[in-house]
């Protein structure tokens, strides 16, 4: 039978006992890092924004308000968030978003909650040609309401951002917010 070396054989146990093997949490990317979470990533950064909004829900009348967004993968990468901040209208504004991809509905979801309203309204949508797009319904005074969220790269420096409401199932929508994001820093 033939010897191995000496040399040979620390050779070998040095490889199979002191080389850093890569652990199953090493390995792999978190389950919640789903690869449709690729359609969110033109959000990513810092944006100044000018936001169009209803006064009230049936009103012709609008304001304008501008501030600045910030936009940030969080939890290891499987969530981004967004920090929005506004002036102008009756009070400082301010906001946050939740944006997830859940790989098991093969849906995303949204959550939004804001300084004006409190509660917190959650979405789920879709990836569209240019963006995001999300719907809730709601009971409100007795009928059904739907509401959208779009999210829409414009440029890789532009993005557009739309609330609109729906009373008769979808047929015709009705915008309540209209902002646009354009990238850098004030």
């Known amino acids: 039978m033939p010897s191995i070396p000496i040399r040979g054989t620390l050779a070998i146990v040095a490889l199979v006992c002191c080389v850093p093997r890569p652990t199953p949490a090493q390995d792999q990317a978190p389950p919640c ?20 909004e209803r006064v009230g829900p049936g009103d012709d009348d ?16 499987c969530v981004m968030m967004e920090e929005l901040s506004l002036q102008g209208g009756p009070r400082a504004y301010s906001e946050a978003r939740l944006l997830a991809y859940d790989g098991r509905a093969e849906e995303w979801d949204l959550a939004i909650v804001d300084s004006e309203h409190g509660n917190l309204v959650t979405m789920t949508g879709r990836a569209v040609a240019e963006g995001l797009e999300f719907t809730s319904a709601q009971s409100r005074r007795g009928r059904i309401l739907l509401d ?32 646009r994001y354009v990238r850098g820093r004030r």
């Open 62 to 77: 609008w304001r304008e308000r501008q501030g600045t967004s910030i936009w940030r993968w969080r939890v290891d990468r």
């Open 33 to 52: 890092r789903h690869p449709e979470l690729g359609h969110a990533a033109f959000l990513e950064g810092e944006w100044q924004v000018r936001v169009r």
């Open 148 to 179: 959208r969220v779009r999210l829409r790269r414009v440029t890789d420096n532009e993005l557009e951002y739309r609330v609109e409401a729906s009373f008769d199932a979808g047929a015709t929508w009705t915008t309540l917010v209209a902002a």
